[in-house]
């Protein structure tokens, strides 16, 4: 079964202390990786797409990296306006369902 | 403006009372699904839908309908809900091309509570 899991669950960092957030997946085999950011009480708003091992795709602070068993979210510098939960989510070749992690609650101190 | 639309965005009902919300989306999009969100359980699928009469069961499907029979239109439906329906909803849309997936567009979300 198509499992996602994301850690840690919330992380607290001082204004320009980079981190990573990370996710593990489990797939038969995997059509697409997505990264979503959601804001309180407001929908989740996409960030990134990788589709194979060794892919990376960048965007501000935030640099987004594939293997065949995790996906890493990296945040350089980070400001206070970077807090939110960031959720994963995995799709697999085997149906266009979508299964999406708990999301990591990033808070950042100026 | 490219967006996703849902209503109610906020609704109080009774157990055993029929609902509908109502998800459009105006992106000309084949993908459309809905999900809910729970305190710790992150968002879960409950049904999506690949194009026209075309629809499919996601993780959490019992106690929902849904139907697609205009390709822009996406309802929800709760024939009678209960109070663990209790949740925050939402919408969401993509363009399909084949096998490949993409990023989807997510509505504002409603909130419902079942007494």
């Known amino acids: 079964e198509d499992q996602v899991t994301q850690s840690p669950e919330a992380l607290r960092l001082q204004e320009g202390e980079s981190s990573s957030l990370n996710c593990s997946y489990t797939?038969?085999?995997?059509?697409?990786l997505f990264w979503y950011r959601q804001d309180p009480g407001k929908g989740p708003e996409f960030l990134f797409t990788?589709?194979?091992a060794g892919e990376e795709k960048e965007k501000e602070r935030l640099k987004a990296t594939l293997t065949k068993k995790e996906s890493f979210l990296h945040i350089t510098a980070p400001k206070p306006e970077d807090s939110a939960t960031y959720l994963c989510a995995v799709q697999d070749t085997g149906g266009f369902k979508t299964i999406f992690g708990a999301g990591t609650r990033l808070f950042v101190k100026a | 403006e490219a967006q996703v639309t849902q209503n109610p965005r906020y609704l109080i009902t009774v157990t055993g009372k029929k609902l509908t919300v109502t998800c459009s989306q105006n992106m000309n999009h084949e993908y459309m699904s809905w999900y809910r969100q729970d305190p710790g359980l992150g968002l879960r699928q409950i049904y999506y839908?690949?194009?026209?009469?075309?629809?499919d069961k996601g993780d959490v499907p019992e106690g929902y309908k849904v139907s697609r029979k205009e390709k822009r239109n996406f309802p929800l439906i709760l024939e009678s809900p209960s109070p663990n329906q209790t949740s925050l909803y939402f919408c969401?849309?993509?363009?399909?091309?084949?096998?490949?997936?993409?990023?989807?567009?997510f509505g504002p979300g409603t909130r419902l509570t079942v007494t």
């Open positions: 839908s690949m194009n026209v009469e075309v629809t």
């Open positions: 969401a849309s993509s363009k399909l091309e084949r096998v490949t997936p993409y990023e989807q567009y």
């Open positions: 990788l589709y194979s």
């Open positions: 797939v038969s085999g995997l059509r697409g």
